[in-house]
T-cell receptor, first 117, second 112 residues
Framework: DSGVTQTPKHLITATGQRVTLRCSPR?????VYWYQQSLDQGLQFLIHYYNGEERAKGNILERFSAQQFPDLHSELNLSSLELGDSALYFC????????????????FGPGTRLLVL | DAKTTQPPSMDCAEGRAANLPCNHS???????VYWYRQIHSQGPQYIIH???NNETNEMASLIITEDRKSSTLILPHATLRDTAVYYC?????????????FGSGTRLSIRP
């Protein structure tokens, strides 16, 4: 158990709909990362939040957005869903230490499996 | 971050040591070698990381060659539960680049 929790575990919805995925980081971790894993793309970085602020963006579609709340949990919002958005969505967290920016170890949650029909 | 090369698949007998190689010939001085694994659609699990010295923890050992151009992850007594895709990743430690770039990894099968 990594200490990172994600809800829901499974989500089935229809094209055009909007869903929200939730992530709670490990206790004390300030950074949350979102990744998407589809069958043909492998694990792809989407976005990184640190202490409520967006830090880095990856291959995240404009239909997708995220935020991190004061209690440090994060939500990934996916809208106007398409069939190709069906994938596993993972969040990870890390403890961002004081000092120069560094690549801390990321700990992953169990993921949310999204199926768009 | 430097690119890594891993064999697409390997197998190992249960109870034996599983040795997973990784080539990272373009690694630079401030880059660490990280290993993660993913067991059948579960979240990637951190295993170990190292800079230049060999490292060992409760899960595995990491052997990095002296020139740092390759490394080997060793699972000392493989069990069926070690069947997974293993990712070797090189990351600059002092970097604001926060993402992990996952390659294709090595699919390790443990046979009874």
């Amino acid at each position: 158990d990594s200490g990172v929790t994600q809800t829901p575990k499974h989500l089935i919805t229809a094209t055009g709909q909007r869903v929200t995925l939730r992530c709670s980081p490990r206790s004390g971790d300030l950074s949350v990362y979102w990744y998407q894993q589809s069958l043909d793309q492998g694990l792809q970085f989407l976005i990184h939040y640190y202490n409520g602020e967006e830090r880095a963006k990856g291959n995240i579609l404009e239909r997708f957005s995220a935020q991190q709340f004061p209690d440090l949990h994060s939500e990934l919002n996916l809208s106007s869903l398409e069939l190709g958005d069906s994938a596993l969505y993972f969040c990870a967290s890390s403890a961002t230490l004081l000092g120069p920016p560094r690549a801390e170890t990321q700990y992953f949650g169990p993921g949310t499996r999204l199926l768009v029909l | 971050d430097a690119k890594t090369t891993q064999p697409p698949s390997m197998d190992c007998a249960e109870g034996r040591a599983a040795n997973l190689p990784c080539n990272h010939s373009t690694i630079s001085g401030n880059e660490y070698v990280y290993w993660y694994r993913q067991i059948h659609s579960q979240g990637p699990q951190y295993i170990i990381h190292g800079l230049k010295n060999n490292e060992t923890n409760e899960m595995a050992s990491l052997i990095i060659t002296e020139d740092r151009k390759s490394s080997t992850l060793i699972l000392p007594h493989a069990t069926l539960r070690d069947t997974a895709v293993y990712y070797c990743i090189v990351r600059a430690f002092y970097s604001s680049a926060s993402k992990i770039i996952f390659g294709s990894g090595t699919r390790l099968s443990i046979r009874p």
